[in-house]
């Protein structure tokens, strides 16, 4: 009866989204199962109804016995239970809501997903704060991609100044979020611009989708300021079978093999995987490009020269306005009575009706007409040779690409059997209920050279055993070959050889563990020299001639018994300095 009961309030909840008065009981009697409710995923699935039925409104009416559901749950061990209890508390009103998550992100020491859940909540509200917090959050490793995209929702004086100041020191996808929070209104265009014409930003760092965002503002002196730094910009090339010819002599000038697909995937990833998914890897923005016609030369050239030939009403793109003169340009995913989602080359967010001020369809794709012109030629070979594969290739891992490695959200980038390796909580969880009769590895795509690898690892129960993968090779049986950074009683420390030369450092870093809880593990691997920490205390120091110098990074259930190993916050850095970050 009570999953009967249930089952209806949820679906009474849902109504609040068309008729928010209307449905006050059913919210109301909601609450007072959450009240009653004992078993933790009970309260999970209640608050997730709530949770989903509530998107895309700021606020809502506090419901009658809130309150006290807010300070039993609000203080749950659950993390989850606890930040939706606090979330959905922030669409309420709660100014205890608005404490604890403030405090949830301003304390560093903090398990970083509920650091990011908690800001996500925040990002939510209206809170007058929250621009301070965000900027204060710029020099914050964890939180600072999330900050940056998130002041694109505020006009804030200094906003601007504060990104400019960091951007030399970003990555890859953090610079991409910070020029579209840069170029989502014309008060922080402008410095923008300046500091390209001054060389603060490099000229090249302007995409050719960049300046369209910017072109969309409509304002003139921006305008201006955009053709005097990046040039003259047109809508549509005066003859595009001509253009298309350049880059057709442009690629077969490279010989019988035109380019590397290696390299070509880390083009990839630069200019076209924030909104095309290949391989199961990258955005919904644009179509999955996998099942397409990538074999054919044509094809591809005709469709990156001139994307705006054919295009499908699923991917027109949409400028909206807001009334605060943010401008957002995206493919509009979802529409009801309370907000559109939209998605945008770098995010996707959900924006409320009453925020909009209007929002015009264009006739023109999401993709930039200029994209292989930020390209030199080899890079033009590179990245058509790449698309042409009928298969999946490594990604070298660069300053620019790294920070692909592993998304927080899911395993794309990653290969291994999904009935064992999942994704929770912005954590990797390889999990055995039965034990295995043969080892199982979750294997990057991601190919290492030198670098380092900070992570934080928990197994359970700590007399099974997993491992680190570093600078290993797939075989085709699904096993992995190279070198492994151990884990597990009587493991704890040592480095051994997978299908090689077995153990290559013997000393055990057992007396250093946290055996029931989280360990930090730091690798670094420069050259044939290789290093490992276990909690800040030095375990593997070995100067190895014979390995392998380059890789991919895997994980590995072994054979045995039941087990659960947890990894999470992983810190990578290439071609770093041969000295260990955490050692203590």
């Known amino acids: 009866m009570r999953f009967i009961r249930l089952i209806s309030l949820v679906f009474g909840i849902s109504l609040l989204i068309t008729a928010p008065r209307a449905a006050d009981p059913a919210l109301n009697s909601l609450v007072q199962v959450l009240h009653e409710a004992a078993d933790p995923q009970l309260q999970l699935d209640i608050l997730r109804g709530m949770s989903d039925a509530l998107k895309g409104k700021r606020e809502s009416a506090m419901p009658s016995g809130w309150e006290r559901v807010e300070q039993r749950l609000g203080s749950s061990t659950n993390t989850q239970v606890r930040l939706l209890t606090q979330s959905l508390g922030l669409t309420f009103g709660s100014k205890l809501a608005l404490a604890q998550l403030r405090a949830v992100v301003q304390d560093r020491a903090d398990d970083a997903n509920s650091r990011r859940s908690a800001l996500d909540s925040l990002l939510t509200s209206n809170d007058p704060e929250l621009p301070a917090l965000l900027q204060s959050l710029l020099t914050d490793a964890t939180l600072r991609g999330a900050a940056i995209r998130g002041l694109a929702r505020f006009e804030t004086a200094g906003s601007a100044d504060a990104i400019l100041k960091i951007y030399p020191g970003l990555n890859a996808t953090e610079k991409r979020d910070a020029l579209n929070t840069l170029a989502s209104r014309a008060s922080y265009a402008r410095p923008l611009l300046a500091a390209a014409a001054s060389g603060d930003v490099p000229k090249k760092d302007l995409t050719a989708e960049l300046i369209r965002q910017l072109r969309n503002l409509k304002n003139s002196e921006i305008d201006a300021q955009v053709q005097q730094v990046w040039g003259a910009f047109r809508e549509a090339t005066a003859d595009k079978k ?37 391989f199961d890897v990258g955005g919904t923005v644009g179509p999955d490009i996998t099942g397409s016609a990538r074999a054919d030369l044509q094809y591809i050239l005709e469709n990156i020269v001139d994307p705006n030939a054919v295009i499908p009403n699923d991917y027109r793109s949409s400028t909206l306005s807001t009334k605060d003169d943010r401008i957002l340009t995206g493919i509009v995913k979802k529409e009801d009575a309370n907000a559109l989602t939209v998605a945008t080359a770098n995010e996707t967010l959900i924006i409320p ?42 990604l070298l891992a660069t300053a620019d690409t790294v920070a692909y490695f592993f998304n927080n959200k899911d395993l794309a980038g990653w290969d291994g059997n999904t009935d064992l390796w999942k994704v929770e909580n912005g954590e990797i969880v390889g999990t055995s209920r039965t034990g295995l009769q043969h080892n199982e590895f979750l294997k990057s795509q991601m190919v290492f050279g030198d670098f380092r690898l900070i992570c934080q690892v928990k197994l359970t129960p700590n007399k099974e055993n997993s491992g680190i993968q570093f600078r290993s090779e797939p075989l085709p049986r699904g096993e992995v070959k190279g070198y492994q950074a151990d884990v597990g009683a009587g493991w704890w420390g040592k480095l051994y050889e997978e299908e090689g030369r077995a153990i290559l450092w013997d000393k055990p870093g057992e007396q250093h563990v946290n055996r029931d809880g989280w360990n930090t593990y730091e690798i670094l691997a420069v050259g044939h020299k290789i290093r490992t920490a276990i909690n800040g205390q030095l375990c593997v120091d070995l100067d190895d001639p014979k ?35 955490t050692l203590k």
């Open 242 to 278: 001509q253009e298309i010819e350049k880059y057709r002599q442009i690629y077969r000038a490279g010989g019988s093999q035109p380019g590397d697909a290696i390299r070509g995937r880390a083009v990839y990833a630069r200019t076209c995987q924030q909104c095309h998914t290949l």
């Open 353 to 394: 009706k009453g925020d909009i001020e209007s929002t015009h369809v264009s006739e023109i794709s999401m993709m930039p007409e200029s994209l292989l012109a930020q390209l030199n030629d080899q890079e033009v070979r590179d990245l058509i040779y790449y698309l042409g594969r009928p298969g999946q290739v490594p």
């Open 547 to 581: 390995g392998a110098t380059q890789g991919i990074i895997a994980f590995q259930l072994h054979s045995g018994g039941p087990l659960e190993v947890r990894y999470k916050e992983f810190q990578l850095e290439v071609n770093p300095k041969f000295e260990l970050k």
